[in-house]
């Protein structure tokens, strides 16, 4: 009994870190919020896909045995940037897939909010089986508060970090009024930036290169604050959009 109510304090502990960030993004759309069966529907398939990332993910990593002992650089970027590829590639795929139809995006700053939430759901089941994992070994929770407290600065966030990336390249497009060809470019580069963050956060971990683990943290730090001055452009009416505007 004591030990399935660690388990359970556990799970509820993980979850706090994706609560603040979820709310805190939540709190930026509040002048016109999103239905919550959206939200809901877009969090759960983030929640979903993670088993799916995690096999690709595997597979990807199983190549890097063609890489020689001697090519421990090369090898390391190669982990580095399919995990990334993967991680940001799918994550994008299921949010979009699913909000496409959605007649409430009438908004620049809707892929930002969904993006945001697809992404912590993502990192929801990774903070849930983080925990559990701690728990079988450990039942130290202030050991397991400050394993939380660095994923709600470093994993989270960045998953939350890249999802406004790529949203706000999405909705700038939208917010000018571009073709859908040009919003399409801008996704792409949108993406790519956000692959490419997320490729050197996770070559700093791997690779246990703690002279980059504070410019890296810097960078995302002045990232966000950039970002969140978009998001505030982006929320300044322009027109009055329709789902259609964002799907052609």
């Known amino acids: 009994m004591e030990k399935a109510l660690v388990f359970i304090g556990f799970n509820i502990l993980s979850l706090l870190p994706i609560l603040f960030w979820l709310f805190f993004f939540l709190w930026q759309d509040r002048k016109k919020p999103e239905p919550k069966k959206w939200l809901f529907g877009v969090y759960l398939s983030g929640f979903l896909i993670a088993p799916l990332i995690w096999l690709l993910e595997t597979s990807f990593f199983q190549n890097g045995a063609l890489f020689s002992p ?15 590829l993967i991680e940001e590639s799918i994550k994008f795929l299921a949010v979009y897939l699913i909000i496409k139809r959605n007649t409430h995006c009438d908004e620049s700053t809707d892929p930002i909010i969904y993006l945001v939430t697809g992404a912590l759901g993502f990192a929801s089941l990774e903070n849930i089986l983080a925990a559990l994992s701690f728990a079988i070994s450990k039942t130290n929770f202030v050991e397991l508060i400050s394993l939380l407290g660095g994923r709600f600065l470093g994993a989270n966030f960045l998953h939350a970090l890249m999802a406004v990336i790529i949203g706000t390249a999405w909705g ?37 290169q703690t002279y980059l683990i504070l410019p890296v943290g810097g960078s995302l730090f002045l990232l966000a604050i950039i970002f969140l001055w978009f998001f505030q452009l982006l929320d300044v009416p322009s027109k009055n959009l329709k789902g259609k505007d964002f799907y052609k």
């Open 70 to 84: 001697d090519q421990l650089l090369q090898k390391s970027l190669w982990l580095c940037f399919s995990g990334a």
């Open 172 to 208: 700038w497009g939208v917010k000018r009024c571009y073709s859908p060809q040009r919003i399409t470019k801008l996704i792409f580069i949108g993406l790519s930036l956000a692959i490419l963050i997320h490729m050197l956060f996770n070559y700093s971990l791997i690779t246990s």
